[in-house]
């Protein structure tokens, strides 16, 4: 396990309510946040192989936790996103090699199929910093109903040499989304797209 992980931290978040209007089912998402070692901090490196084996790891990991906080089967989540903050002793990239070549295909095994790509976000930051989580559909990033966000934040995370990494997974779209476009029920999931 290449992974140093110091914390994990899992959030559910449920909407109820919105604008007065009672939300039945509640729409539910849920992030999970692993505070990793930065292998890197503090150096120049040419070949980020290792942090790419660390998404790997991740991917797989958090996207399960996810799936388990929202006591759901992985075929029934709907949405999902990912996201990386790099502490100061880091760089953008140290996010991109683990967040882009190999995080996707575990975090697609942990929800059943994702032919859409996974939304992304990085950033440099530090400890109490809040990370956005974007969110599309897994199968098809044309629903509009399900463009969305989460943002978790850790009052200790990231430090200097330390790394935020987060995933966040869907049973649901927006509450009272409204603003046309295709909808779930009409998803081919073919190319990703539609």
Do not use: W
């Not at 098809?140 to 040499?161: T, Y």
């Not at 990494?165 to 649901?172: G, K």
Request: hydrophobic content about 45%; charged content about 20%; aromatic content about 4%.
């Amino acid at each position: 396990m290449p992974a140093q992980i110091r914390k994990i931290a899992v959030f559910l978040e449920e909407t109820h309510r919105e604008m007065g209007q009672a939300i039945s089912p509640p729409t539910r998402k849920a992030a999970a946040v692993a505070v990793i070692a930065n292998p890197f901090a503090g150096v120049y490196a040419q070949d980020l192989d290792l942090l790419m084996q660390i998404g790997e790891e991740l991917g797989g990991l958090l996207g399960q936790r996810c799936v388990q906080a929202l006591g759901i089967a992985p075929a029934q989540a709907e949405s999902y996103g990912k996201a990386a903050m790099v502490g100061e002793a880091g760089e953008l990239e140290h996010a991109a090699a683990i967040l882009h070549p190999r995080l996707g295909a575990p975090l697609r095994a942990a929800v059943e199929k994702g032919a859409a790509l996974v939304p992304s976000s990085k950033k440099m930051g530090g400890p109490g910093q809040p990370l956005d989580i974007p969110l599309g559909h897994k199968d098809a990033a044309f629903v509009r109903s399900h463009f969305d966000g989460m943002v978790v934040q850790l009052n200790d995370a990231p430090r200097a040499g330390e790394i935020l990494v987060a995933v966040a997974v869907t049973d649901s779209g927006r509450p009272l989304a409204r603003v046309g476009g295709l909808t779930k029920d009409q998803i081919a999931g073919k190319d990703g797209l539609r």
